[in-house]
């Protein structure tokens, strides 16, 4: 099974290809991740983990392409970002854009999930998404994580009405590759 960390920073895996933008102690390509294509063959991965990274790239939209094109039918792909109510969302000077629950559903499998003026409807590149709002310790303990993680509605529900007063930390989205 090939596993790429894509934008590795610190956190090394073992038995993972490991990609960071800085060469450093166990880091195996060094890469910017706004440079395309990237180093690798069509459908090459059968996982790929990205944290807390594509909030740094110029073109995220271009970066899910490639993700797509590395990856193999099935792939798993996992996403972390900072969720848009996170103070540190904007808080780094080097992100580029926060996101929300529906940021990637251009991307999505399901047509009721996507924009029907959306030119990315025109690609071939679509994932089966599933997406998780993440919020700290306190929050969580209250069952936030568990309510606003029910559906789409629920999800929109808290984004619209009490992102800015409870705010969660991060979103992961959980991709299936579909080819």
């Not at 063959?41 to 590395?70: G, S």
Request: net charge positive; charged share 25%.
């Amino acid at each position: 099974m090939n596993k790429l960390n894509l934008g590795c920073g610190r956190n090394i895996k073992k038995e993972w290809v490991n990609l960071d933008i800085v060469k450093k102690k166990g880091v195996d390509i060094v890469w910017d991740l706004d440079k395309i294509p990237y180093p690798f063959e069509d459908n090459e991965f059968d996982e790929i983990l990205a944290e807390m990274v594509l909030e740094h790239t110029m073109k995220p939209e271009e970066a899910l392409r490639e993700l797509w094109r590395i990856s193999k039918k099935n792939a798993r792909i996992t996403l972390i970002v900072p969720h848009f109510s996170n103070w540190q969302a904007w808080g780094d000077i080097t992100h580029r854009r926060a996101f929300n629950s529906t940021s990637l559903f251009a991307f999505s499998n399901k047509a009721s999930h996507r924009s029907s003026t959306s030119l990315l409807n025109q690609n071939k590149e679509r994932f089966d998404i599933n997406t998780k709002i993440k919020f700290g310790r306190i929050l969580k303990s209250l069952g936030f994580e568990y309510f606003f993680n029910l559906n789409n509605y629920s999800r929109s529900f808290y984004e619209r009405n009490l992102a800015y007063i409870f705010p969660a930390e991060s979103i992961v989205f959980h991709l299936k590759t579909v080819k």
